[in-house]
């Protein structure tokens, strides 16, 4: 049965999941929406076939990848930025008191701003070598950080923060972009899932550190754990 409410299907930590969840918190508070969790477990057990044809866009899940926004009407759509772009400008008719009425900014230029930040850190996340040799694996995430993307990315972000002053993107207001240079992005050194990667990386780029250290100490973050979520 579907929830007359929206549903966002994901795993249990932040992942690509945090800015969907943050923005889904910040319009429609702590009732206005269903946050499923997803175990992983679960997950590798679901029966996902290869082949759907156009049926796909109506199955359990339509990709094989999470998070999945499922929505009252029936619609299910992926993909996490087109899912924390579209909760962040939704005008219900009561909002909650943590609302940030600017998370995705209607300004064209400083939402190009945040639309480029976000999708480098997907690039990222995309572009990392996943060779199942190891050897070659690690050859090649040397390249990535020493003159790959992963050292591309990083400069442009750490430039666009600079130029604003941060700590943030745009500054001192938050937005989806800092959502995700938080998570994934630094969760990934933080939490040392970087296989191949120096952990000091992230030190040549201290604005991205200290980026993602003040997502954390926001005020809409800390509504967002004192409701329950992590």
Known sequence: MSSPLPTLLYFGFRGRGLASRVALFNTFGKEGWVDKKISLPRWKKAERPASLGTERIHAE??????????????????????????????????????????????DSKQAL??????????????????????????????????????????????????????????GDKLTLADLYIRSPLCDLFDLKQFDGVPEEFIDEFPRVRDCGKAVLEHPLLKAYVDAGYK
């Open 61 to 106: 899940y339509i990709t094989n990848n999470l998070p999945q926004l499922n929505l009252p009407c029936g619609l299910k759509v992926s993909q996490s930025q087109v899912i924390a772009k579209w909760a962040a400008t939704q005008k219900p008719d009561q909002l909650p008191p943590h609302h940030l009425t600017d998370l995705y900014p209607e």
């Open 113 to 170: 701003l945040v639309d480029e930040a976000s999708l480098i850190v997907e690039q990222i996340l995309l572009q990392t070598p996943k060779d199942a040799d190891e050897v070659v694996k690690a050859e090649n995430r040397k390249k990535f950080y020493e003159s790959g993307f992963l050292r591309v990315g990083m400069e442009i972000l750490e430039g666009r923060i600079k130029e604003s002053g941060g700590p943030f993107l745009l």
